[in-house]
């Protein structure tokens, strides 16, 4: 069962150990002893539906609950305090692109706002149906995730766009496929959220981000049905589904998509190296994207994140061992770890390993083939449920995301992390903030923040807190000139910034785009750009 408080299955928990507590509470205070609002609390706040009875609408409070909120830490507060106050109206589930065709038609008939609903893991409000205007329904898109087709020769896959992670990759795996698109998230998430937020896997140095992986869809938008050109390359004109990519629901409801696959790989392994401090680690990282090495995953943790996933791990003599024998080679206080992966058949990752080896000793570096890259593999998909045990500890954990250029990642680095230590300090707070570089380009590399800060006693306080931290790191990110996301999309929580990034022309063309797409405004209304508020 998923849960309703924080991210998950009910079965599922990640333990921190005492150590691991104790080093928490030195670095950030200690926490508060909280609780969470009760369910029955939040089932008491969903007020009557203002949706007339249509076949399939469920308007019961539970099932309204569970597709009010998604992931970001503003979600969580409103989940976990109790402080949630707008809900869908009802939610159904379609099974096929027909119904979706006939949603649309009455939602345009009845002034409807429609929130397509995948995995629910969306980290940027995208979920959020808004407080005012027309009823929401939410449309869980979960009946759809049935492979339709693989086609064997072109190497591609035709699936309905409610399949999740797990589903998708077991369906290829039973002919021999993969199609390698991991985002943290995997475990919930679905290809139609991946295409529309433009999502990012951890192996996309190999991969690819969803975009190059998309071939082609089906929308079911207001104005009617948009089947995209199936062919391999194109020089017709702009090409259309890059107006779908991102769109963030605005456009209408993406129902299948073909995707581009690959043979699994004839093996795959993950291992660890070290760097003596992260200037040296991101210049190694610079050279090796540069010299374009056939790696599957690079991911440079800072010292901070470093030493957190070491007290985290909760294996305290097998780390200070570690620890111990890492400074004697050099790698002492400022260490950062690079796990890497290598995925393809023998020679090649032979060959990739051997030229990583040359590049990590040319930069001070150490490889450690034993024991962190496996157990990076093995917990990858269950470290957001640290976030959980967090959570109930009494600290907010939330991250960001920015993509920014070579020259930029060490001052950058250093300024958004500087603002989020000092973003409490009014309040004699303390914050942990680090980060890892973990998707690179030959010209720039992604910067991935995670920070903690302890739950007030008032969820409002805790809100607020949030706001303070994220609003400085994103007006950071502004000033340096990256993105405001790298990967996690708009949704409410960076439209503030999007603007900035795209300028007074861009924007315009995007409002005009979904002004007439969607002249009703039934879509998603008020996400990725203002327009339909
Ligand atoms: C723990 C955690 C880890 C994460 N790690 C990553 C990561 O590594 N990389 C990354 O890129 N992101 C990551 N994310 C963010 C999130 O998983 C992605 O944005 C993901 O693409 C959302 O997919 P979803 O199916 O859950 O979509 P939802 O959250 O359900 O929806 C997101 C948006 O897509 C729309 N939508 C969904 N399906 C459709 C459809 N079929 N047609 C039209 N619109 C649709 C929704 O209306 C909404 O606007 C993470 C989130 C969490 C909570």
Redesign the pocket.
Known sequence: MKRIQG?GNTKTNYLVPEAAQQYLSKTVGYPLKLVNASQEFLLRKVPPSKLHPYPGILIDPEIRLRHAR??SLGDWIDMGDGSVDTFPDGVIFPSNEKEIRKLLQYAQANEINL?????????VG??TPPGEGPPTLSVD?SRMNQLIEINKENLEATFE??VSGPQLEDHLKKHGFVLGHF???WE???L???I??R????QSYHYGRIEPLFVTGHLETPLGSLEFPHVPKSAAGPDLRHILLGS??RL???TRATMRIRRLPEEERFYAAFFPNFKIGAKALREIAQAELRLSMLRLSDPMETETTFQLSGEEKLVNYAKRGLSLFGQGENRCMLIYGLTGNHAANKLADRQLAHLVRKHQGMMIKFYLGEAWIEKRFLT?YLRNTLWDLGYALDTLETALPWQKIQIGRQSILSELHNGLARDGEKVLAFSHISHVYTNGASLYITYLYRRAQDPDQTLDRWKRLKGAASRAIIALGGTITH???V?LDHQPYLATEKGPLGTRIIENIIKDMDPKQVM?RG?LVTSGE
């Open positions: 991210w998604g992931q929130i397509p609903y995948g995995g629910g893991t969306s980290v995208h979920l898109l766009a409610g985002p943290q998230s919930y998430s679905t139609g959220g991946w529309v937020t999502s990012v896997g951890q963030e629901a209408g409801i993406l957001p990967q996690h999309g949704g998603n996400k």
